[in-house]
């Protein structure tokens, strides 16, 4: 009998189709002179004094271990952040997890919250990882289309439509990735509404709060009345303080959650690795100190790469909602007469672009490409008007 990995895996696990987003990147690795809009990484370094602090850190020797929490100092910033920025109140002792990325994050707030056949809502089109964490954690993800003529908003009455006896929790992914869409305060009261009637579990997902480009800026459902109590908060500094390698995240949540969360945190990563903690310890307190500059600066050259975009989009004779969060535009391109993986593979064969079928992030994406706006404005420039040349020869 001849051996078969394949007998001894995981079903469940195998059954999983691998991200849409990565094939592209893989085919452009290969192709001289392609221009990638599809990875969500901020393209500024991270800044001298947070690199700084974990380069001092290093040579002097701190190399040990920390708490399976994070160090205190760190969370005892994190603390002062969300209580600055957030109005949101939380125990640095006993209400905050330091994660590695808030990927760690969504991973462990869906373990502690599924038990076999649990029902969690998830906004579509959404982050690819959702529902795989979910299916890994031995839940049942339930996808909520949003549209553009909401302004790819979750619905209060769609979330309430799709809720079972079997649902317990939702994810709320805003600032959205892929859309950049953003709830503003009325319609966050409203979905807490059906929150709190249906007695939901709420995991929000806030790794883009920073660049969130309203005038109101970014309002979490957790500052709600109702909604302290059943809400996980997922942060962390890869976006907006341009440290994505690092892979340092957080997560905020009641007691009775966080505690459980630390228990697999501890089994299976231990702790955040020490110098990373250091650093986004560094990028918050200075943060405070000048009041967020280097969040500040990258924020508005973000906007301004958005408002180029967009219009880009629109001369183009596409349909481009315009998004309010995140680094990404999420054009339609029904008028090509391509579906959205047709469009992203001729656009990288021919014009040697990266983009990101909308279908990676669920079936409600058909009709429109991702776009990353987080790249030099002369490669963006170049790409676009790659993009024009394209669109027309259609």
Known sequence: MSFEPSRYLNQTILEVPKSGIRKFFDVAATMPGAISLGVGEPDFVTPYHIRNAAINSLLDGETAY?????????????????????????????????????SEGIDLSLRVLMNPGDEVLIPEPSYVSYAPG????GGVPVPVPTSEQNGFALMPEALAAAVTPRTKAVILPYPNNP?????????????????VENDLIVISDEIYSELTYTEEGHTSIASLPGMHERTIVLNGFSK???????????????????????KIHQYTILCA?????????????????????????????????????????RDMGLSCFEPLGAFYVFPGIQKTGLSSEDFCQRLLREKKVVTVPGTAFGASGEGYIRCSYATGIAKLTEALDRMADFVASL
């Open 134 to 137: 979910v299916v890994f954690a």
């Open 179 to 195: 859309t950049g869409a953003v709830l503003d305060r009325p319609l966050l009261e409203r979905l807490r509404d059906v929150f």
């Open 66 to 102: 920390t708490s399976n929490w994070g160090m205190l100092s760190l969370r005892e910033e994190i603390a002062r952040y969300m209580q600055d920025r957030y109005h949101l109140t939380y125990d640095p002792k006993k209400e905050i997890l330091v994660t590695v990325g808030a």
């Open 240 to 262: 907006a303080f341009a440290m994505t390698g690092w892979r340092m995240g957080y997560l905020c949540a009641p007691a009775a959650f966080a505690d459980v969360m630390c």
């Open 273 to 313: 690795p020490r110098q990373g903690q250091v650093a986004a310890e560094e990028a918050l307190r200075q943060g405070r100190e000048d009041g967020y500059a280097d969040v500040l600066s990258m924020r508005e050259s973000y906007n301004q790469r958005r408002r180029l975009m967009v219009q880009s989009f």
